[in-house]
């Protein structure tokens, strides 16, 4: 089991930036990989990054050049930086992992509570 708590959001104007975290406790060796999604009121959840445990990352392509992914092994947490932020960005964002345990087999996918980002024109 993994648990994940995301901080980092906040309101911000239009051009700022953010570093949203991710920390994760439990069985974090069998996160095989973590991913941010946001959902914009009245919209569906959409995934924005992506980063394996090997380090190779994905973007949709509405952020790609704004948004980073990264992890901090020592800290268990990820981070998702954003910039150059647009109105279009505010949402709630989530974290997600990807876990599987191979000697069980148990694959899983848990979520944190998500931190909400609002932008001001």
């Known amino acids: 089991q993994v648990q994940l708590v995301e901080s980092g959001g906040g309101l911000v104007q239009a051009g700022g930036s953010l570093r949203l975290a991710c920390v994760a406790s439990?069985?974090?060796?069998?996160?095989?990989?973590m991913e941010w999604y946001r959902q914009a009121p009245g919209k569906q959840r959409e995934l924005v990054a992506k980063i394996t445990s090997g380090s190779s990352t994905n973007y949709a392509d509405s952020v790609k050049g704004r948004f980073t992914i990264s992890r901090d092994n020592a800290k268990n947490t990820w981070y998702l930086q954003i910039n150059s932020l647009i109105f279009e960005d505010t949402a709630v964002y989530y974290c997600a992992a990807d876990y599987l345990d191979v000697s069980t087999p148990v694959a899983a996918r848990f979520w944190g509570q998500g931190t909400q980002v609002t932008v001001s024109s």
């Open positions: 439990g069985d974090v060796a069998n996160i095989r990989a």
